[in-house]
């Protein structure tokens, strides 16, 4: 399994919120032979949507993971379900693409949302979900100033139109901090991102989906027909196989994947529960989830039990001094926006990794070339609701059934390579620090 980060990016964190919320139940490790019609490497929020599609179809799914599932991105993001997927603006899409396929991708954009509801809502998954959509906050007035423009175009895309808070309505609204006005999106909401996938996993089973865990999918061959994935303990001989990894792809499972995605870090703290006191001292008192204008972004959220989750994207490598500076900057950018809350202990800290696509968009599709073998991948940090829609509206597709939601084309164009090989995340360098230079 050649992967390009090292080891560390790769290791159970230690101190996860949600690992404490939800600790994730252990399936047991692949160990003998088995058949299959199809089956699922990884077993995360596509993996397991996948699985419930083709499980409610009859159809036989057995499904593994390298570690435990959810161990993945799944387990560790910061539990934002809203619009998103794609690092594009809906100008480029409709450009690149056609306006029509852009107009289909604004409409799975709000269905992966509604997608996600509805499973929370069909299989009473309670995922200590709050949130009226999304709020953006303006880091300087001219960001603001562009906010505003862009209001004609959210309209258009979503059919709402997003709420304008003034800079000075954001304390009133329990959104104190150094910003300068901000839009709120009502599409979207948040969640507990383990409590939903475990949610997930008691349904899967229960309609005979198979799960293992610490089955790490050796190789993946095709032979009479038939696709053999290998473990270390065991085999298994389906029709189709559908990856389902993301950012926690390996270079060579199976070779196609090599250099197709990139991988990048982001960190997130969670703080001890914050008293009302210590709120109204900060004025940010809202359950609203939130992130602000920075290219390099910063996403935060008060959760129902008072604890304040703060993250950020990472760094380029996963060495100890790489995650000590990063441990240090990501409290100083916290204490740097809510300064009120320099004297708040931070409980929990960890970094997980997101997935790039060299054209920016998701991909869900086939494999070229190789029959029955499939993937989907690429949601740009975006994957609570894109993540689950893709993984879902893709095991239609491959059983035949006409897609329950609107499905873009572009989607299932195969990505293309990144140049630089595995020394590729390099490309991560020279554009975060143009970002850093363009938000300030």
């Not at 800079?167 to 959104?175: D, I, M, V």
């Not at 599709?365 to 991948?377: I, K, R, S, T």
Request: proline share 6%; net charge positive.
């Amino acid at each position: 399994m050649k992967r390009i980060y090292e080891a560390g990016a790769y290791q159970t964190p230690q101190s996860c919120w949600w690992r404490d919320t939800a600790p994730p139940t252990d399936q047991p490790q692949l160990d003998r032979d088995r058949r299959t019609e199809i089956a699922i490497i990884g077993g995360g929020f596509t993996g397991l949507n996948a699985a419930l599609i083709l499980a409610k179809a009859s159809i036989e799914t057995i499904v593994i993971d390298a570690e435990q599932p959810g161990w993945g991105a799944s387990g560790r993001n910061g539990g934002f379900c809203c619009l998103g997927g794609s690092k594009l603006s809906g100008g480029i899409i409709g450009r690149r693409f056609g306006e029509d396929q852009r107009a289909d991708w604004h409409k799975a954009e709000r269905a992966a949302v509604d997608h996600v509801n509805a499973l929370l809502a069909d299989n009473r998954i309670d995922a200590d979900r709050h949130s009226d959509g999304e709020t953006l906050l303006a880091h300087t007035p001219k960001a603001m100033q562009e906010m505003l423009a862009s209001r004609d175009e959210a309209k258009t895309s979503y059919g709402v139109t997003p709420e304008v808070i003034a800079a000075e309505e954001l304390r009133q609204r329990g959104l104190g901090g150094t910003f300068f006005g901000g839009l709120t999106l009502p599409i979207g909401f948040a969640l507990n991102p383990a409590k939903y996938h475990a949610g997930l996993a008691q349904s899967a089973r229960a309609l005979g989906v198979q799960l293992f865990g610490q089955s790490p999918a050796l190789s993946i061959t095709r032979t009479g027909g038939k696709w053999r994935v290998s473990t270390p303990t065991g085999t298994i001989t389906a029709d189709k196989v559908i990856l389902a990894t993301n950012g926690y792809s390996s270079e060579d499972i199976p070779n196609w994947l090599r250099a197709r995605y990139l991988p990048v870090q982001s960190n997130i703290i969670v703080t001890r529960p914050i008293t009302e006191d210590e709120q109204t001292r900060q004025g940010w008192t809202s359950l609203q989830m939130c992130y602000d204008s920075r290219i390099l972004l910063h996403y935060f959220r008060l959760m129902p039990d008072g604890r304040f989750l703060f993250g950020m994207r990472g760094g380029l490598r996963a060495t100890p001094n790489s995650e000590a500076a990063l441990s240090r900057k990501i409290r100083a950018d916290f204490h740097a926006l809510f300064p009120a809350w320099q004297d708040i202990d931070i409980s929990h800290e960890w970094s997980g990794l997101l997935c790039l696509m060299r054209r920016l968009t998701p991909f869900a599709g086939a494999v070229p070339d190789q029959p029955g073998l499939f993937a989907a991948m690429g949601y740009h940090g975006n994957g609570v609701a894109m993540g689950s829609y893709l993984g879902a509206r893709l095991a239609e597709t491959i059983i035949g059934q006409h897609p329950s939601g609107p499905m873009p084309a572009f989607l299932s164009t195969p990505p293309a390579r990144f140049p630089l090989g595995s020394l590729r995340r390099l490309l991560l360098a020279p554009a975060y620090s143009a970002a850093t230079l363009f938000d300030r």
